[in-house]
């Protein structure tokens, strides 16, 4: 790593500090306002991809239905606040209550998957984000609640007091459109979910997890309680996925099943494993790479091959969904413990392969 | 009655399929410890190259019955080729990689080959041609084509042959000796690598009959067909025990069951409050179900968690 001096230190935080308050004007500026937009969903991705960390990367737990939680967020915030079910709190109040629904149905997931390993519990939670989808599809008989495959239309914007995030406000003579304003609240909340997941990791509950991912038993026999610790796991996950939920449908004003399938949570999984799995800065690194790239090569796919070839030849559609595949293949390859490893990954990796194999086989050994 | 044996059947038929599908992500699955997430598409493309011969073939004046032979033949042999290349470009340099980094590329590997099957053959539904004759027969009140027929017989024919080739043949013992242990089967002069193909390849020419199977008994075509597929297969494969071959052709069989008789009864047993659109959801239940009180699936051996 590099190593700065005190000094050093607080430049580089005040660079980010400008930049990141300045980035939705001088994306705004330079690429455009649809832009702003897709800044706004990274930083949504990035509070799932964290969540998500928190299970995968941290206690080793493989979730394939992680998109779950976040459709249960982004319910709970429509149905409370939407001509859906007449109802129409504030969003301070929803957006806990989603986090604190999405824990249940974490618990819930959790509980039943405690003794399940590696693969079968990759099938177990992805059958689970299934089984959510399919009801939220259908709970629009006999009773409507869900409305089913439309979705929930005209869900209240986000605001405080009077103060709506979705109108254009004037503060201190500068104009903030809508997009910009969702920025900043985003961003807060992703600086939180960021504070929230560093402190665990290195808290006592973060060590445990850990211990847990490395070897299950011996964290057991070190007098870790592992049925509450990987339940805790599902439960701080789901949290996360609960809060960007909600934010999702608030930013969105309409959600539909159709926002949450099974290719959601494959992508937020490969944001984790791309950037670097359990280290929260290729986490973050991950997430701003496979929103931004994607939307990048949609709009540069056409221009580009109009300049190599004279004509578009590939759509610009199936160029993008092309790349991205080639591109999850081509970085995996390059980098097979993610773009931006944890300290703990890669010295394992450069450890003496050797070392590796004689702990292969006491392993083995132990076992039979 | 009638409706009971007719869910059975229909059952029993995509039960068939799935179990084939199956078998190639368990096979992979014991020797590497990888789900092949690319294997779904391998069963899309098998049919669609199987299409492609059927209308090469329909302009010659064969019998269709050859024509089917020969379009399963070109379907297996254009899968095993593709098998072997997703193992060679996308996985084998990840052996030793984390455990997580090979299946981010068989996602990769995925995308890739549902983008490229839509650039080729297009977003529309083809409709697969009818070459066995349409006859069906009546079974006390249930109804049974001969196409389905074909599919139950042709499943139970190949199941038949992989366990002998498993179980009878120097190539099988290589194959269970890698799956057992690795490093063992290279001292006792087993060429890794080629059994490692050899599997890929194998459970890529399963993938080709079951896609060229579903296209048959559904007569249509989509680029998008291999995903759903792929997915109930693993299902399949994880409710029987996965890495296991026998557990692969129970769970399969065991899916496409709970499917059809869930789709069938599922509304009858809550009294009206779900319907046969909560099948897929049903099928995923019984698997947590299952999973809860025997956790390495209805065959599968206790296995250790490897980092």
């Known amino acids: 790593m590099l190593n700065f001096s005190t000094r050093n230190k607080w430049l580089v935080f ?355 | 009655m009638d409706i009971l044996l007719q869910q059975i059947i229909n059952g029993l038929v995509q039960g068939s399929v799935y179990a084939l599908v199956a078998l190639g992500y368990t096979m992979v699955y014991g020797i590497l410890g990888l789900i092949n997430f690319a294997h779904g598409e391998v069963v899309m493309v098998g049919a669609m190259v199987a299409l492609m011969a059927i209308q090469a073939l329909m302009v010659t004046a064969l019998s269709p019955i050859i024509i089917l032979l020969l379009s399963v033949i070109i379907a297996m042999a254009a899968c095993m080729a593709l098998g072997y290349s997703i193992e060679r470009i996308a996985y084998r340099p990840l052996r030793h990689a984390p455990r997580l980094a090979p299946l981010i590329t068989a996602i990769g590997v995925s995308i890739v080959l549902q983008t490229l099957a839509m650039m080729i053959w297009g977003r529309e539904y083809h409709s697969f041609p009818q070459l066995l004759p349409n006859n069906s027969h009546n079974i006390g009140g249930a109804i049974i084509t001969e196409v389905q027929i074909a599919i139950v017989i042709v499943a139970i024919l190949v199941m038949l042959g992989l366990m002998l080739l498993v179980h009878r043949t120097r190539l099988g013992r290589a194959m269970r000796a890698v799956a057992e242990n690795q490093t063992a089967a290279s001292l006792m002069g087993v060429d890794i690598n080629k059994v490692i193909s050899t599997t890929f390849m194998l459970g890529s020419a399963l993938a080709a009959v079951a896609g060229v199977m579903v296209s048959a008994n559904y007569g249509v075509v989509h680029y998008y067909m291999g995903f759903i597929l792929g997915l109930k297969a693993f299902t399949a494969a994880v409710l029987g025990g996965i890495g296991n071959l026998r557990g692969a052709m129970l769970g399969g069989v065991l899916l496409g069951l709970i499917e059809s008789l869930g789709a069938g009864y599922i509304g009858a047993l809550t009294g009206g409050v779900l319907g046969s659109n909560y099948q897929d959801a049903f099928a995923f239940m019984v698997l947590i179900t299952v999973l809860v009180f025997r956790p390495s699936g209805l065959l599968g051996e206790r296995v250790s968690e490897r980092a």
């Open chain 1, 14 to 368: 005040a660079v980010m500090v400008i930049l990141l308050a300045t980035l939705p004007f001088i994306t705004d500026e330079v690429l455009g306002r649809g832009w702003v937009r897709i800044i706004d969903f990274a930083l949504l991705y990035i509070m799932l991809a964290l969540g998500l960390n928190i299970v995968v990367g941290f206690a080793g737990l493989l979730d394939l239905g992680y998109v779950a939680f976040f459709a249960v967020g982004a319910y709970t915030y429509a149905l409370l606040a939407s001509p859906q079910l007449g109802l129409h709190l504030p969003f301070w109040i929803i957006l806990p209550t989603g986090a604190l629904v999405a824990c249940i149905f974490g618990a819930l997931l959790g509980a039943p998957t405690l003794k399940l390993r590696g693969d079968y519990l990759a099938i177990v939670t992805l059958g689970f984000g299934e089984i959510i989808r399919i009801f939220l599809n259908n709970l629009n008989a006999p009773v409507n609640i869900t409305n089913g495959a439309q979705g929930i239309s005209q869900i209240d914007p986000m605001r405080i007091g009077e103060f709506y995030f979705s109108r254009t406000h004037e503060i201190f003579g500068i104009t903030f459109p809508a997009v910009h304003l969702h920025y900043y609240l985003f961003l807060a909340l992703t600086l939180v979910v960021i504070i929230i997941s560093s402190r665990l990791q290195d808290s006592r509950i973060g060590r445990a997890w850990m211990a847990i991912r490395e070897d299950e038993i011996a964290a057991e026999a070190m007098g870790i309680n592992t049925r509450n610790i990987k339940l805790l796991a599902f439960v701080m996950g789901a949290s996360f996925g609960g809060v960007a939920g909600g934010l999702f449908a608030g930013f969105q004003g309409f959600i539909s099943p159709e926002s949450f399938s099974l290719m959601e949570s494959v992508m937020i999984l490969c944001m984790v494993v791309l950037g670097g799995m359990g280290n929260i800065g290729g986490v973050v690194l991950g997430g701003v790479l496979l929103v931004i790239l994607p939307e990048a090569f949609r709009n540069g796919a056409g221009p580009l091959q109009q300049m190599l070839l004279g004509k578009v030849v590939i759509d610009p559609e199936s160029m993008r969904m092309l790349m991205f595949g080639v591109a999850l293949i081509v970085v995996m390859l390059w980098r097979p413990a993610g773009l931006w490893p944890s300290s703990v990954r890669r010295r394992e990796l450069e450890a003496n392969d050797g070392i590796a194999q004689q702990e292969q086989e006491s392993v083995y050994d132990a076992e039979h």
